[in-house]
């Protein structure tokens, strides 16, 4: 697999992503979600590759979300791919479990990709936040529907209104990551963590994830990640959503109206 914005390499039967635009903290645009869509459609297509690591370029972030800079000049003309944020927030078709291997910080769009694999490792220097309301925005690439699920909604919705940041530590004691290790060993754990669940069954893996993504549909994950979108289109309309864009490019404090 070649690509532009995004590094592949195969080990056994492990597929290592690394997101990589590490000029501007691994962030996200159009772009770099339809290069991630396709590496997910080639990954569950091959049946020689069983587990994937998704990590980021350099030391400092494993994604800062969504590339604002990007969508205040207008972003692209491509369309974007409809599995969602990095190719993951919406699709519920992939039966091959994706570990997150959080070397640094995950903001935003970063937080919900992680929130979309399947196993969490991160990095003692690992930080975590749902900052879009000070921008502006809104978790809408999941991370409503998936935080409150996972940690429970009263501490995610604390998360969410605030937008604050957590370290590691504190992302362990909610919920939110798996395990946390020193930073010059998390690749080799979370490789770890790959050749332990490839010693399982494959098919068996891929049915558990099968019975996983209906239950999400049942649970209506599906549901409410399509209403977040829908949300986010009219929120998109608002004054204080060019101005938390503007003021972000700009590196200003933002000035709300309130509509």
Same mark, same amino acid.
């Given at each position: 697999m070649s690509y532009e914005f995004i590094k592949t390499e195969v080990k056994d039967n492990i597929l290592l992503v690394t997101m990589n635009r590490p000029e501007v903290y691994n962030a996200v645009h159009v772009e770099m979600h339809n290069e991630m869509a396709d590496c997910w459609d080639k990954f569950a297509a091959n049946q020689d590759l069983w587990v994937a690591v998704l990590t980021g370029a350099g030391d400092k972030a494993f994604t800062a979300g969504n590339d604002l800079k990007a969508t205040a000049q207008g972003g692209s003309k491509a369309k974007m791919t409809e599995t969602g944020f990095a190719g993951l927030s919406s699709r519920f078709d992939l039966e091959k479990p994706i570990i997150a291997a959080v070397n640094g910080f995950a903001m935003g769009g970063g937080f919900e990709t992680a929130l979309s694999c399947d196993i969490i490792l991160a990095s003692e220097n690992a930080k975590f936040a749902l900052p879009e309301v000070k921008v502006g925005f809104f978790a809408a690439a999941s991370g409503v529907p998936r935080l409150s699920r996972y940690i429970g909604r009263? &501490?995610? $919705?604390?998360?969410?209104? +605030?937008?604050?940041? @957590?370290? #590691?530590?504190?992302?362990?004691?909610?919920?939110?990551?798996?395990?946390?290790?020193?930073?010059?060993?998390?690749?080799?754990?979370?490789?770890?963590? &790959?050749? $332990?669940?490839?010693?399982? +069954?494959?098919?068996? @893996?891929? #049915?558990?994830?099968?019975?996983?993504?209906?239950?999400?549909?049942?649970?209506?994950?599906?549901?409410?990640?399509?209403?977040?979108?829908?949300?986010?289109?009219?929120?998109?309309?608002?004054?204080?959503?060019?101005?938390?864009?503007?003021?972000?490019v700009e590196k200003r404090a933002p000035k709300w109206v309130n509509k």
């Open positions: 009263l &501490a995610a $919705q604390e998360m969410m209104l +605030s937008g604050r940041t @957590i370290g #590691a530590g504190e992302a362990l004691e909610m919920g939110c990551v798996n395990e946390v290790h020193p930073h010059d060993q998390l690749m080799d754990k979370a490789m770890e963590k &790959a050749q $332990q669940l490839c010693t399982g +069954s494959p098919s068996a @893996i891929k #049915a558990t994830k099968r019975v996983l993504n209906d239950l999400a549909k049942r649970d209506g994950m599906v549901e409410s990640i399509a209403y977040s979108r829908e949300v986010l289109k009219d929120l998109a309309l608002t004054e204080d959503f060019k101005e938390g864009v503007n003021a972000f």
